[in-house]
């Protein structure tokens, strides 16, 4: 079964555009099968997974490019760079858009070796599991999110009723194709797999971790942290590892795909901003799994019931701007009082404020710290609070309430 995705006009247009596209993203998030969707009978499909063929493409790169012919796509590119000062031969040499399509699961080694190699010539998008507005069949719709009141009632029409057992069931279960697009998928042995792959793939490719159930137990501290801020010397502690060690690790994270750092908004004129990043796993099934919450319900009910909503809700506005191949601006709020702001989205120089709250009633205290925007220096739009609400209403003249089913 295959669910059209919001990336596919934009992917289109850059390929039409630029020699090479490269799609990156975590493992299974369907980088594969999104491109063979879209993909033209002639282009030919090659895998670097296979052995064979990435021993030619590692040993004899120019051969590799003789037998297999552009248009062509290649996946897991990261296993073999020894190709890309030839795609780049090539590319030079036929100057003609669309030639070559990658995919690629480790952003950090695989980026530096294409900024060096095809800088100029390449389009790179990134792909995350699928949205709820995919999920849903309505990803052509789906446009950057910004809180105004006429994109909002819009959403509100064309989303579904999102009750609370339905949203932490999807929150449960993840976004990866595999397992939201099929019911019968078991979820605990799909990620028990999905963990596996990733310790014995991505992690030794991108570092040499000698102690894989010290990273395992890291990964597992980094999930109850979703949410939060960045503590590496708590990070250190609790793994009982190195500070240093603990920084690799969540690059190695952050290479794959597995979190996302949102960046504290500070300007030199406020120096009583907060300037560290905080964590969000960029799957809630993921996260769900590895902090051990057996079902919906018990996730719902336990400790860490608002940070994996909060988790969910800014993972879903972020594929909003990358399955757009839009670079998300997005910043969150914490100053040396501690009033804090879940997310800013900064448009055309104007601040769009957003706290996600685990209610049907928002109120006007949970966007009092609003106001504090006023001395950054820059207009401050129509904020929201996200929440349990079944429609948008107006809390303050320029704050509103947003159903999650908005989303």
Request: proline residues 6%; aromatic residues 10%; charged residues 20%.
């Amino acid at each position: 079964m295959y669910l059209p995705r919001t990336l596919e006009y934009f992917a289109r247009t850059a390929a039409g555009q630029f020699p090479v596209l490269l799609v990156t993203g975590a493992r299974q998030v369907g980088k594969t099968t999104f491109l063979r969707h879209i993909s033209e009978p002639e282009r030919t499909y090659v895998s670097l997974d296979d052995g064979l063929v990435l021993d030619l493409a590692k040993r004899d790169p120019a051969l590799f490019l003789q037998r297999f012919r552009p248009p062509l796509l290649i996946d897991e590119i990261q296993y073999a760079p020894e190709l890309l000062p030839y795609i780049k031969i090539e590319v030079d040499n036929t100057r003609q858009p669309n030639l070559f399509w990658l995919t690629g699961s480790q952003q950090f080694h695989l980026m530096k070796g294409v900024s060096e190699s095809l800088a100029g010539r390449v389009a790179v998008v990134q792909l995350l599991g699928f949205s709820h507005r995919e999920r849903m069949g309505e990803s052509p719709t789906m446009r950057p999110f910004i809180p105004n009141p006429s994109e909002i009632y819009q959403r509100e029409q064309t989303g579904d009723s999102l009750g609370l057992q339905e949203l932490y069931r999807l929150i449960w279960r993840g976004s990866y194709p595999a397992i939201a697009l099929n019911e019968d998928m078991d979820r605990d042995l799909f990620y028990s797999s999905y963990v596996q792959t990733y310790l014995q793939r991505d992690v030794r490719d991108l570092a040499r971790v000698g102690d894989e159930m010290a990273f395992l137990r890291f990964l597992r501290i980094a999930a109850a942290r979703t949410g939060q801020l960045i503590n590496l010397t708590e990070f250190a502690r609790d793994a009982d590892i190195a500070v240093n060690t603990s920084k690799n690790w969540l690059s190695i994270m952050q290479a794959s795909g597995i979190i996302y750092l949102l960046e504290p908004y500070h300007n030199n004129l406020s120096k009583r901003l907060v300037k560290t990043p905080k964590l969000y796993f960029l799957d809630t099934g993921l996260c769900s799994y590895l902090t051990g919450w057996s079902s919906p319900q018990t996730l719902e009910a336990g400790a860490m019931s608002g940070a994996i909503l909060e988790t969910w809700v800014i993972t879903e506005i972020l594929k909003s701007y990358l399955h757009n191949g839009k670079q998300p601006p997005f910043y969150y709020y914490r100053d040396k009082d501690k009033k804090e702001i879940d997310l800013l989205i900064i448009q055309d120089g104007v601040i769009y404020p957003l706290e996600v709250k685990k209610t049907a009633s928002p109120t006007v205290a949970d966007v009092r710290a609003f106001g504090t925007l006023e001395r950054l220096g820059l207009p401050v739009g129509v904020g929201g609070v996200i929440c349990l609400a079944q429609q948008s209403l107006p809390i303050t003249e320029k704050v509103l309430s947003i159903p999650v089913r908005a989303l």
